[in-house]
């Protein structure tokens, strides 16, 4: 019989949170809270991600207006987690040694996060059990882990679920230290592009902050994990390429940015 279901998406960079109404599904909740879900972040534009929560939604008539009420809530989902799970994109960096097979290293991106683990996509086959090590490449702290999850697959890779062997809230460093202040500003950018090769070019800002910056106009000249440095008149300091937009959506072209040298303040605004 075909349900309702009500989700709660959030934008990855952490702006925004919509609500989106998904009539006539056959699938249950677990398989909903699983699925991406396209929605329109005023910020960003359209994402595409997994669901943070959800319920049923059941319609009951009576002798009164309709009324919905939340059947199921995200107990019913398969993914073990000890607190309120973000959508946050984190590049890490994922090792270990997996059951009958060598050792495997493979960089991938967070789906979820919370303060005791998160939900990755790999290629490597893993198994239930199995010790892993995570490494948050803005960061470079690493965590060892346990695989608590296999899930369905995700283009090509398996959806795995990794559990801290104690929490670490601040290991996703998920929460701003302030807000971001949006500001075109022309900057140079120096580094070295993906075959190892010295550049130099302008971009421009979309939104900046004293420990980070998002940049239009670099493109896919950098990495993940890079150093490059940014300047303006007089101004310059090193940060560190925290993701880079994917082709194909409302972030390609851009990178987002975290500061090596947060004492250098090159932008000339004080950040609320």
């Known amino acids: 019989m075909a349900k309702n279901f009500v989700v709660r998406l959030r934008c990855p960079y952490g702006d925004d949170d919509q609500r989106l109404v998904l009539e006539d599904r056959e699938e249950s909740l677990s398989q909903i809270l699983d699925a991406r879900w396209e929605f329109e972040c005023p910020v960003h534009g359209v994402q595409r ?3 943070v929560d959800g319920s049923e939604k059941r319609m009951t008539f009576d002798s009164g207006p309709p009324r919905n009420e939340s059947a199921r809530t995200l107990s019913d989902a398969p993914k073990p987690r000890s607190g309120n799970r973000l959508s946050l994109h984190v590049p890490v960096l994922v090792y270990g040694w997996s059951k009958g097979e060598a050792s495997f290293h493979e960089e991938t991106t ?6 005791s683990g998160g939900l990755v996509t790999l290629a490597s086959k893993v ?16 965590q060892e882990c346990r695989v608590a999850y296999i899930g369905t697959e995700l283009h090509g890779k398996i959806r795995v679920g990794v559990a801290f062997n104690r929490q670490a809230p601040s290991f996703w460093r998920n929460n701003r230290k ?14 070295l592009d993906r075959s190892g090769q010295k550049f ?8 900046v902050s004293r420990h980070g ?30 993701w880079v937009g994917e082709i194909g959506r409302p972030q390609a072209g851009q990178v987002g940015l975290y500061c090596l040298e947060p004492s250098k303040n090159i932008w000339g605004i004080k950040s609320p």
């Open 127 to 142: 198994g239930l059990g199995d010790t892993v090590f995570v490494v948050n490449q803005a960061t470079q702290q690493e």
């Open 200 to 207: 130099s070019q302008s971009a421009h800002t979309i939104d």
């Open 178 to 191: 302030e807000l971001r202040i949006p500001k075109s500003l022309r900057v140079w950018v120096r580094g």
């Open 213 to 242: 910056a998002r940049l239009d106009g670099i493109g896919y000249l950098t990495s993940r994990g890079e150093t490059i440095e940014v300047g303006r008149p007089w101004r310059k300091a090193r940060f560190r390429v925290v």
């Open 110 to 115: 967070t789906l979820l996060v919370n303060a």
């Open 49 to 51: 991600e997994i669901p």
